[in-house]
């Protein structure tokens, strides 16, 4: 009866705030732009417009299906899975990632938390396309991934740093930020630090993570980037900086990974999550 | 790099131990005990982040154009170290080791610094090709490496360049193309922290990245009277 009630309490908060009663991306967007009439958030007048037909927003609704459709071996859905607010809440879950987690005794993002429900809960094999397949909007994950995160659209991004591993990780991450290296001596800050800030690579004016009213939009993903006509994950975004840097391949739900998510989250505490985003 | 490795060493082999007994006392907790991690709570976070970029967090051994593999990409040199503990604001002793190592670093071309075709330089100040490996490899056979100089630098009038770095419009007409200016360029080009330490310039011509004659097409569009950025 209570694993019954526990089940159904998310389920009803989620259909009362779904379709984006209160703001949508947008708005979220557009309050921000009034605030600031920052040259970073207005760039690309197209993209403020497009931003409320963005196709991610599908991507995110076909995720909800999936979400509390009975999947997998074990055939059960991903509503007994904690994203860190306790089994099945969904609701803020995503603007409190990267954060620490007890039963993996890891900090964990939004990705690597929904693979762990799949492999555990569901009894997906690690391998199997449904989690083995991450980037793109046809898949599984970044329909997942869209969902829950719409349903933090709008709220402050607020990641934990009450456990210790979290706070080792994001002051890892910040080091790992600004850490020169490769064939161009990049790091992260030689286009996102406190000097960067509405200067510009070619005609795209950049964030800083310095500039936190800024930096929200930059760390906004899943978002549906035009360019490319799919929905994108934070860590699609992390392995496309570091190629550009000319490094290599960072990788997938490293523990590298999470201390560079770690970072960048916190440096956008405070400010409204924009969920899903778009982006050029 | 020595006294960085071996400090590393100790710090390593410190938290693998306290690991050890953590591992020891934990009993049920599989996934605690499984993956006999250091604990990263006793480490700095520069140890740490080079803990994790160094032991899982990165392709290690992937091959890259230049020949070597990620790995060596990932690991720092004396000016990428000294860069990164001052964040590009060197101390007066750092500054005097950059210039002299970056100055030490040159290699001139056999001949004299030369102007190649403009309309080439143009192209390759254009181009962003080149040396991204990962999910991607650039395929330096199938198109000729870039020189990424838009991204940062406005130089001609007909296209948008960044402002990361300043504008270099009508650089040839105002410096004039003598064998002063060509030096400078070709230096800087070259390896820029032998004027500007800690300056977020890519050293072109030291990493590789730029082949001679690349560096003079590039210098040609630069300086030459005829390359448009001087019209």
Redesign the interface.
């Known amino acids: 009866m209570i694993r019954k009630l526990l089940v159904a309490m998310p389920l009803a908060a989620v259909m009362v705030t779904s379709a984006y009663a209160e703001q949508t991306p947008g708005d979220v967007l557009r309050g921000l732009i009034d605030r600031t009439q920052s040259p970073y958030l207005t760039q690309s007048p197209q993209n403020v417009q497009m931003i409320d037909d963005s196709p991610a927003i599908w991507t995110g609704y076909e995720g909800g299906d999936l979400f509390k459709a009975p999947r997998g071996p074990n055939n059960v859905s991903m509503e007994s899975c904690d994203f860190g607010k306790g089994p099945g809440v969904v609701k803020g879950a995503a603007v409190e990632l990267p954060r620490y987690f007890a ?4 900090v964990m993002d939004l990705e690597g938390r929904i693979v762990h429900c799949m492999t555990t809960v569901q009894g997906f094999a690690k391998d199997d396309p449904a989690v083995r397949t991450r980037h793109g909007s046809n898949s599984d994950m970044m329909k997942i991934m869209t969902y829950i995160a719409m349903e933090s659209n709008g709220m402050p991004w607020n990641p934990p740093l009450s456990h ?2 979290e ?3 994001r ?6 930020f ?10 992260c ?3 996102h630090g406190p ?2 800030s509405h ?5 795209s004016v950049m964030s800083s993570s310095s500039v936190p009213s800024d930096w929200t939009k930059s760390i906004s993903w899943p978002a549906f980037r035009v360019g490319q006509q799919h929905a994108r994950s934070p860590q699609n975004r992390v ?1 496309g900086c ?3 840097m ?6 997938q739900d ?4 999470m ?1 560079i998510l770690s970072y960048w989250t916190d440096a956008a505490r405070g400010q409204p999550a924009i969920l899903p985003d778009m982006k050029r | 790099m020595l006294m960085k490795k071996s400090r590393f060493a100790a710090g390593l082999a410190a938290v693998a131990a306290i690991a050890l007994l953590a591992g020891c006392a934990g009993g049920t907790d599989t996934a605690a005990s499984a993956d006999a991690k250091p604990d990263y709570t006793k480490m700095t976070s520069k140890e740490l982040a080079d803990h994790l970029i160094f032991n899982g967090g990165f392709n290690l051994a992937h091959e890259t154009q230049e020949g070597t593999t990620v790995a060596a990409r990932m690991t720092q040199d004396n000016i990428q170290k000294m860069c990164t503990e001052s964040r590009n604001k060197p101390t007066p002793e750092q500054v005097g080791k950059i210039v002299a190592e970056a100055r030490a670093s040159i290699k001139y071309p056999e001949g004299g610094i030369k102007l190649g075709d403009w309309k080439k330089g143009r192209d390759l100040a254009w181009s962003g090709f080149g040396y991204r490996a990962g999910h991607n490899n650039d395929n330096h056979a199938s198109r000729e490496v870039g020189a990424n100089c838009y991204n940062c630098h406005q130089i001609g009038t007909d296209r948008t360049g960044g402002n990361f770095g300043p504008s270099l419009t009508g650089y040839g007409k105002t410096r004039g193309n003598t064998e002063g200016t060509r030096k400078f360029v070709y230096e800087v080009i070259y390896n820029a922290h032998s004027y500007f330490p800690c300056t977020i310039m890519p050293r072109m011509g030291y990493s590789g990245m730029l082949k001679e004659e690349s560096i003079s097409h590039v210098m040609a569009y630069l300086l030459d009277p005829e390359s448009p950025v001087n019209k």
């Not at chain 1, 600004?178 to 790091?187: T, V």
């Not at chain 1, 200067?199 to 005609?203: H, L, M, S, Y």
Request: aromatic residues 8%.
């Open positions: 039963d993996t005794n890891k210790p591993l706070v080792a990780m002051d890892a991450g910040e080091e790992m600004f850490r020169r290296q490769g064939l161009m001596d990049f790091s800050a030689t286009c000097d960067a200067k510009r690579i070619r005609a392995r570091y190629w550009q000319r490094t290599g391949q960072i990788r490293s523990d590298a990974m201390a």
